[in-house]
């Protein structure tokens, strides 16, 4: 079964109450890519941006931010 990298910010947008305008501003983050995140678009994990968004909101543990899924096969 194949596995993908899945975003998780929706969910510490919504527990601060934050925009993806104030998420960018307190994070250095340029808005577009924290919207390719949110939406599951972005195609490259950027470590420096993990870590950034894990200190601004002192996330301690990695699977709050991402999170590894399957991805279901289609059967022949």
Same mark, same amino acid.
């Given at each position: 079964?194949?596995?993908?990298?899945?975003? $998780?910010? /929706? !969910? @510490?947008?919504?527990? *601060?109450? +934050?925009?993806?305008?104030?998420?960018?501003?307190?994070? &250095? %983050?340029?808005?577009?890519?924290?919207?390719?995140?949110?939406?599951? $678009?972005? /195609? !490259? @994990?950027?470590?420096? *941006?993990? +870590?950034?968004?894990?200190?601004?909101?002192?996330?301690? &543990? %990695?699977?709050?931010?991402?999170?590894?899924?399957?991805?279901?096969?289609?059967?022949?």
């Amino acid at each position: 079964m194949e596995k993908k990298v899945t975003f $998780k910010l /929706q !969910n @510490i947008v919504q527990k *601060h109450d +934050l925009s993806l305008r104030e998420m960018s501003r307190l994070t &250095d %983050i340029p808005r577009p890519t924290l919207s390719k995140l949110m939406n599951q $678009k972005a /195609q !490259n @994990i950027h470590l420096p *941006h993990i +870590l950034r968004i894990a200190d601004v909101f002192n996330v301690n &543990d %990695i699977r709050e931010i991402i999170d590894l899924v399957d991805i279901p096969t289609e059967s022949l």
